[in-house]
């Protein structure tokens, strides 16, 4: 089955700590991309990758990072530098048409 | 700035009733537009969009949208919702954003049907 994995589903991060949501496509698509949602915003980009070893800051990038070092896996890290982490996190690739895939989302809480 | 504006957050209707919800943008070029659902529970998927060609897109489960480019408009329509119509919708444009095509989304209404 082609799709879009994302782990783990529930994530809780301590005061400080960095965590890394992973995000995995088997589409063979080369965009990805990481949205962050939160309840009456909408989808806001964080970061997205055109292709491998590239990636670009989308409109809120303060607090994350990201890398691209396989086609396949684009993981975002949650940096201390995040001061409001606790959202619902989506991972998409953006396949022919433009059309985005979606995987089922990380929500990440603080403790 | 570009933005994208849906003007419900919320809409409640019963079954049988008709369903529109707005979509406007604000962005002078050339634009694809996109309807997006997310089901309780399920990955966020697309409904329906619209390239080129007829203004008036048929998407899957019923739903359609009108593109009206001198209103920037991409309004959803669905003549009769269902019970499992109950979720939530986004709409986007795809737009030329800092010399990169990017997707703009609404912040989403969330739509309930009363059975």
């Known amino acids: 089955d082609g799709g879009i994995t994302q782990s783990p589903k529930y994530l809780f991060r301590k005061e400080g700590q960095n965590v890394t949501l992973s995000c995995e496509q088997n589409l063979n698509h080369d965009a990805m991309y990481w949205y962050r949602q939160d309840p009456g915003q909408g989808l806001r980009l964080i970061y997205y990758s055109q292709i491998v070893n590239d990636f670009q800051k989308g409109d809120i990038a303060e607090g994350y990072s990201v890398s691209r070092e396989k086609k396949e896996s684009f993981p975002l890290t949650v940096t201390s530098a995040q001061k409001n982490p606790t959202a619902f996190y989506l991972c998409?690739?953006?396949?022919?048409?433009?059309?985005?895939?979606f995987g089922p989302g990380t929500r990440l809480l603080v403790l | 700035a570009q933005s994208v504006s849906q003007h419900n957050h919320h809409v409640i209707l019963s079954e049988a009733a008709s369903l529109e919800l707005g979509c406007n943008y604000s962005?002078?070029?050339?634009?694809?537009l996109f309807w997006y659902v997310q089901y309780p529970g399920q990955h966020l998927q697309l409904l329906l969009k619209y390239f080129s060609g007829d203004p008036l897109v048929k998407g899957i489960k019923g739903f359609e949208a009108e593109f009206i480019k001198s209103k920037f408009s991409f309004n959803l329509r669905k003549p009769s919702v269902q019970w499992s119509d109950t979720a939530e919708y986004f709409c986007?444009?795809?737009?030329?954003?800092?010399?990169?095509?990017?997707?703009?989304w609404g912040a989403g209404t969330k739509l309930i049907i009363k059975p």
């Open positions: 998409a690739s953006k396949g022919v048409g433009e059309t985005q895939y």
């Open positions: 962005y002078g070029g050339t634009v694809n």
């Open positions: 986007a444009v795809n737009a030329l954003w800092d010399s990169n095509y990017q997707l703009i």
